[in-house]
């Protein structure tokens, strides 16, 4: 990668909104979110359950649209917004520029077809290659992912491989046509610890190799210690925290991503008197706050949190912003 090309932004997100019209109203599932995601690097997306990550991720391919689903804001890719792209033009991009890799491998992945067939075929709906060398391209991929004996995989089927092995098929799938970014929606949280370590460790290899970048979508921090270059933390649809991983592990400043970070100890070493595990729940409704939408489960909360909504603010160091008007450290 040159000098040159490392700063470039291949993806800017601009005040993203995904609302779903559900039986109590319209729910603001993504309300608001600013991003941008460089060539090369992991963009991390942390949040509770609800949060909005997925939402967030389906709209900038497209994948949840619908009449229930009110989509606006822009999301720019080489000067595209994909939230108004054609139906046609996103099936080109999703897979080939940009692909998806979601939780549950064995729900994505047909089970009547060989894992490898799962690829050629999405190596042959997005570029015309013989079907043999598209086979010997799935072996090779396989053995980067680094799945066992790969000439012999890719001849099995889903049901025969295990967990681990059917996740890097996940993402064999998702790097086969070499994407520019690819969104990685709770990859490992299937896993166990140690097999989530290795797949991570994958991504992060084929991410050097290739320069590819990525969105990973997890609600745990330890997972994105290891790996991500920059951290978003989302609350109810909004980021509420974004900055380099540094900045947001050591040295977090909103309330919520202390919380956060306090329920992983092996990130923060023995909980501190002043880090306690977030009580209440995650705010999922339809009805907002006029103010912050943490405040109810913030100890820190005051007056001045009811309204108006908080913005993200530029801290004292470039690149980190956070969005708490009352506990934010100096
Ligand atoms: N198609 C839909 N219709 C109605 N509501 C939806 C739809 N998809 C998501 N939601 C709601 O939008 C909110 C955000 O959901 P989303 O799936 O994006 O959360 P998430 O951060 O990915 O959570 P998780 O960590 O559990 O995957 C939730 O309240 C969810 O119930
Ligand atoms: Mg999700």
């Given at each position: 990668m040159s000098a040159a090309t490392a700063d470039e932004v291949i993806l800017d997100v601009r005040d993203l909104k995904?609302?779903?019209?559900?039986?109590a109203g319209r729910l603001p599932a993504v309300d608001g979110v600013d991003l941008t995601l460089r060539r090369g690097e992991t963009l991390a997306l942390v949040g509770e359950s609800g949060s909005g990550k997925s939402a967030l991720a389906m709209a900038l391919v497209g994948l949840n649209r619908g009449p229930r689903t009110e989509i606006a804001g822009t999301a720019d890719f080489h000067g595209e917004n994909l939230l108004t792209a054609r139906e046609s033009r996103l099936r080109r991009i999703r897979g080939a520029r940009i692909a998806v890799v979601f939780q549950d491998a064995l729900a994505a992945l047909n089970p009547l077809q060989r894992a490898g067939g799962q690829v050629v075929e999405?190596?042959?709906?997005?570029h015309q290659?013989?079907?043999?060398?598209?086979?010997?391209?799935?072996?090779?991929?396989?053995?980067?992912?680094?799945?066992?004996s790969p000439e012999r995989s890719v001849r099995a089927y889903p049901h025969e491989l295990s967990g681990g092995m059917r996740q890097r098929v996940m993402i064999a799938l998702g790097l086969a046509?070499?994407?520019?970014?690819?969104?990685?929606?709770e990859p490992t949280t299937a896993l166990d610890v140690t097999i989530q370590a290795q797949v991570l460790q994958v991504l992060r290899?084929?991410?050097?190799?290739?320069?590819t970048a990525v969105i990973l979508i997890t609600h745990d921090?330890?997972?994105?210690?290891g790996v991500a270059d920059r951290i978003a933390v989302m609350y109810a649809g909004r980021v509420v925290e974004t900055g380099t991983r540094e900045q947001v592990l050591f040295r977090p400043r909103h309330p919520y991503t202390r919380g956060l970070l306090a329920s992983v100890p092996s990130l923060t070493g023995p909980v501190t008197g002043r880090l306690t595990a977030i009580g209440g729940?995650?705010?999922?409704?339809?009805?907002?706050?006029p103010g912050c939408a943490f405040a109810p489960r913030c100890d820190l909360a005051g007056a001045g949190c009811s309204a108006?909504?908080?913005l993200l603010r530029r801290g004292t160091e470039s690149g980190h912003l956070d969005a708490c008007v009352a506990g934010g450290q100096p």
């Open positions: 995904v609302g779903f019209t559900v039986r999405m190596i042959r709906t997005h290659v013989p079907r043999a060398e598209a086979w010997r391209q799935t072996a090779r991929l396989f053995g980067d992912v680094g799945i066992a046509n070499n994407p520019e970014i690819l969104i990685a929606d290899d084929l991410q050097r190799d290739h320069g921090l330890g997972v994105v210690a729940s995650a705010l999922t409704g339809v009805d907002r706050p108006p909504v908080p």
